[in-house]
């Protein structure tokens, strides 16, 4: 099958579905440089469901070896939470930054919402004071959730957490633009939060999952094009 109406289909078929339903997606991991914009990796995001109403939402970026000398980076997130009255809320998230072969970041935050507090690297404590606590990952399918719920609405708010401590992070839309996924035009509405340094394009038609992910990492900056998406059982 040609594999652009294979993606489209793949596509279609989540257009039926509710947000939170298990799958896997595949980006391009694109760096900038004086250059312009080069492919220099791959990311990988999996979505999984428990019996328990939990999810397990992953995602793993690294640079190919051939750009290890100018771009030796990785990222492995993970993060897991739950469904609560139609709002998400985590109770851990662990994130590893690998930079130049040296641990930038080794993050293990476990989040209790109903105590109202949070443990950081099993040691230092914040009170936290909102039931629905997010990180940098999961906040992706909260606003996926709320842009399915609210498409009119232009801003959205979230409780985000990471080693600083909470942080109110709002995702404010930019506009319509037309993008192109796999040789494909897509009409696309972007968001951007200042406060994590993201610029995000969704779609409607398509469920409003990441199609693609600008972001500031470090001293680079990273984009993140959405090659191919599937669901699973």
Known sequence: ????????????????????????????????????SLKVGEANFKLQLTE?????FSSKA??????????DYSRYEK????????????????????????????????????EN???FNNGEQWEIQ????????SVYLALSEDLQKNPDKAE????????KGVQLVTFTLQGEESI?????????????????EIALHVSKEYNYIPLIIDRSISKNRFRLILKEFHLLP
């Not at 896997?24 to 694109?30: C, G």
């Open 117 to 119: 507090y949070a443990i």
């Open 180 to 196: 192109n996924i796999n040789n494909m035009s897509i009409k696309s509405m972007k968001f951007i939060s200042p406060e994590l």
């Open 156 to 163: 959205f708010s979230y409780q985000v957490i990471d080693e």
């Open 52 to 56: 328990n109403n939990e999810f397990i």
């Open 62 to 71: 690294f640079t190919d070896s051939i750009w290890k000398k100018l771009y």
């Open 79 to 114: 993060s897991i939470g739950f469904n609560m009255e139609g709002k998400l809320a985590i109770n851990f998230y662990d994130l590893v930054e690998i930079e130049d072969g040296e641990i930038h970041k080794n993050n293990k935050i476990r989040v209790y919402q109903e």
């Open 1 to 36: 099958m040609n594999r652009k109406y294979f993606f489209i289909l793949l596509l279609l078929i989540s257009f039926q579905i509710k947000a939170l339903s298990p799958y896997e997606a595949t980006y391009v991991l694109n760096a900038s440089t004086e250059l312009g």
């Open 130 to 137: 909102s039931k629905n606590i997010l990180d940098e990952l």
